[in-house]
């Protein structure tokens, strides 16, 4: 089973600011697979990043991914109020799918 | 509208099972696949497995062999998830959510399902 380790796991920071969040695999993870969820305290996760730098629908482009093997990021260019959340990352490698435990981006 | 709607929350016994129900609306149930993702209290995510409700192909996490039962209802686009041999650890929000075939991202989830293991 391939592990996600996330990075880190709490960031403080304030709107306006960049922010860079990494995902590291314990193998080789295919780009196409690799994606990045964000959850907010008591709703489901929400569809970010697929494929490891495409944007969903309706996702504001000061988000973006990027990445490749063993390393991605999940960039946000600007931070606003609604983006302080939980964030994931997630893979498929045959036979499993896997999630990172997280990284927490909360108000300065 | 598109949506997934689950059932509501349960409270079973230690050693009991549980069956929690993901009803689709708005979109060709058959065209996607139906996993189930769960989320113990202040933890991450933890994937379960899924169905394709075409043709009820089964995939389970290893984690889970034994003890999940996924199947689908195609006249009612409902998927139902059963976990049996419930223990404490088990307490968690239970989310079922769609795949389009080959694409291994969830791009709808339901509202998540309570269940609360407690003698």
């Known amino acids: 089973e391939i592990v996600l380790t996330q990075s880190p796991a709490t960031l403080s920071l304030s709107p306006g600011e960049g922010v860079t969040l990494s995902c590291r695999a314990s193998q080789v993870v295919s780009g196409t697979f690799l994606t990045w969820y964000q959850q907010k305290p008591g709703q489901p996760p929400r569809l970010l990043i697929y494929h490891t730098s495409y944007r969903a629908t309706g996702i504001p482009d000061r988000f973006s991914g990027s990445g490749s093997g063993t390393d991605f990021t999940l960039t946000i260019s600007r931070l606003e109020p609604e983006d302080f959340a939980m964030y994931y990352c997630?893979?498929?490698?045959?036979?499993?799918?896997?999630f990172g435990q997280g990284t927490k981006l909360e108000i300065k | 509208q598109v949506q997934l709607v689950q059932s509501g929350a349960e409270v079973q016994k230690p050693g009991a099972s549980v069956k929690v129900s993901c009803k689709a609306s708005g979109f060709s149930f058959t065209a996607y696949l139906i996993h189930w993702v769960r989320q113990a209290p202040g933890q991450g995510l933890e994937w379960m497995g899924r169905i394709a409700p075409n043709d009820g192909h089964l995939h389970y996490s290893q984690n889970f062999e034994g003890r999940l039962t996924v199947t689908r209802d195609t006249s009612t686009s409902t998927v139902y998830m059963e976990l049996s041999n419930l223990g404490s650890e088990d307490t968690a929000v239970y989310y079922c959510?769609?795949?389009?075939?080959?694409?291994?991202?969830?791009?709808?989830w339901g509202q998540g399902t309570l269940v609360t293991v407690s003698s």
């Open positions: 959510a769609r795949e389009r075939g080959g694409t291994c991202y969830f791009d709808l």
């Open positions: 997630q893979q498929y490698t045959t036979p499993q799918f896997t």
